[in-house]
T-cell receptor
Framework: KNQVEQSPQSLIILEGKNCTLQ??????????LRWYKQDTGRGPVSLTIMTFSENTKSNGRYTATLDADTKQSSLHITASQLSDSASYICVVSAFQAGTALIFGKGTTLSVSS | DGGITQSPKYLFRKEGQNVTLSCEQN?????MYWYRQDPGQGLRLIYY???????QKGDIAEGYSVSREKKESFPLTVTSAQKNPTAFYLC????????????FGQGTRLTVV
């Protein structure tokens, strides 16, 4: 069964600290993986996309990694800011007919001052 | 500006009533989706459409109905058959079905009173 598991479920860090969010998937055949940021009460917004051949991609203070062999991805946030407080969702796309977007449940990040 | 618009942002429904949530996009996307989000849960797919006049059930379609008469519009009706309709509903579109580059609306929070 195609699944996306994220950890931790929630995380609290101090402003200025770094953190890493994890995403493990069992989706096959794999197409690509995206990380989304969802502010409370808003729709998710894409942060970055990882394709099969990419290992690392950065978007400002966000760095995503992908290990297609172990089917793991991570999102590293550097020098966290209060505005980083949000839910981070991992979404994996599969090459298949029908529904092909598999969502993780998200990690809720709280950055405190 | 191109984008995807959901309305209303907040909606209250009496038990036994049907309500329709609006979703409009001007991105010329073929695929459109409806998701439901509950606290502590990931996004769950209700219905999706790959093309005008065609739509498919997602994982939790019972108690919901949709139509896709125009490429730009994908309204969702929450019927009285949906026993637990209070939730945050998100509409999304993507250039084609299965593309993880989904663009989300701002969501509609439905509350049954």
């Amino acid at each position: 069964k195609n699944q996306v598991e994220q950890s931790p479920q929630s995380l609290i860090i101090l402003e200025g600290k770094n953190c890493t969010l994890q995403c493990n998937y069992t989706v096959s055949p794999f197409s690509n993986l995206r990380w989304y940021k969802q502010d409370t009460g808003r729709g998710p917004v894409s942060l970055t996309i990882m394709t099969f051949s990419e290992n690392t991609k950065s978007n400002g203070r966000y760095t995503a990694t992908l290990d297609a062999d172990t089917k793991q991805s991570s999102l590293h946030i550097t020098a966290s800011q209060l505005s980083d407080s949000a839910s981070y969702i991992c979404v994996v796309s599969a090459f298949q007919a029908g529904t092909a977007l598999i969502f993780g449940k998200g990690t809720t990040l709280s950055v405190s001052s | 500006d191109g984008g995807i618009t959901q309305s209303p942002k907040y909606l209250f429904r009496k038990e036994g009533q049907n309500v329709t949530l609006s979703c409009e996009q001007n991105l010329n996307h073929d695929a459109m989706y409806w998701y439901r989000q509950d606290p502590g849960q990931g996004l769950r797919l209700i219905y999706y459409s790959q093309i005008v006049n065609d739509f498919q059930k997602g994982d939790i379609a019972e108690g919901y109905s949709v139509s896709r008469e125009k490429k730009e519009s994908f309204p969702l009706t929450v019927t009285s058959a949906q026993k637990n309709p209070t939730a945050f509903y998100l509409c999304a579109s993507s250039p084609r079905q299965g593309d993880t580059e989904a663009f989300f609306g701002q969501g509609t929070r439905l509350t049954v009173v």
